[in-house]
């Protein structure tokens, strides 16, 4: 993909990291087939190909995001499948990440937006905020019409229950092996460990 960026802006060591990174995107469109955000929209520009060229578009010409742009990347699920069939080896983790920033520097989100933000990112870094958030959900589920759209899709998505942890937490299991070949940490996350235990365990 051709690009203009002028040197000034390739002084800037994320400008030209991104800048290498669109010059290898070909327009296959491989990327599309294994996103999981095309696939359900059908939108080009909730595919990678289209996210690449509104990053490129807002990078390349100074350009502070606006609504469209930000509903489009913040789409985006970071899974990377993309990256998996790509055949000209486009880092386009990278590249989200460069046109995520540019957004928080050159977007002021509304105060709703921003409050729901900044409620989940409280919420989920700790499992114990999101149980006793989990709880809450749970006491007023009945009274879930009374809420805007937004928030009570998020009580429905909330489990109705939480299984029970089976294992007991930071135990070391030794190999089943006579030699050990390594010493393995699981990260537990934090959600995870909440809404589905077992699968650590």
Request: net charge positive.
């Amino acid at each position: 993909m051709e690009t203009n960026f002028s040197k000034e802006q390739l002084k800037d060591k994320d400008n030209k990291s991104s800048e290498k990174i669109v010059r290898k995107c070909v327009h296959c469109g491989f990327c599309n087939a294994t996103c999981p955000t095309y696939q359900l929209l059908g939108d080009e520009l909730d595919g990678p190909r289209g996210r690449i060229y509104l990053i490129k578009d807002m990078l390349e010409n100074n350009k502070p995001a606006n609504e469209k742009i930000v509903k489009h990347i913040d789409r985006c699920l970071s899974c990377y499948s993309c990256m998996t069939t790509c055949p000209s080896g486009v880092n386009y983790m990278h590249l989200i990440d460069h046109g995520r920033s540019h957004i928080e520097k050159t977007y002021k989100r509304p105060f709703r937006d921003r409050f729901i933000r900044n409620f989940l990112s409280k919420t989920l870094s700790k499992s114990i905020n999101f149980r006793i958030i989990g709880i809450l959900t749970q006491l007023v589920r009945p009274l879930s019409f009374f809420f805007p759209k937004v928030i009570k899709e998020m009580i429905n998505l909330m489990p109705r229950k939480f299984p029970k942890r089976t294992l007991p937490i930071m135990k070391v299991y030794p190999a089943k092996r006579k030699k050990p070949i390594a010493r393995v940490a699981l990260l537990t996350g934090c959600v995870q460990k909440v809404i589905s235990p077992q699968i650590n365990e």
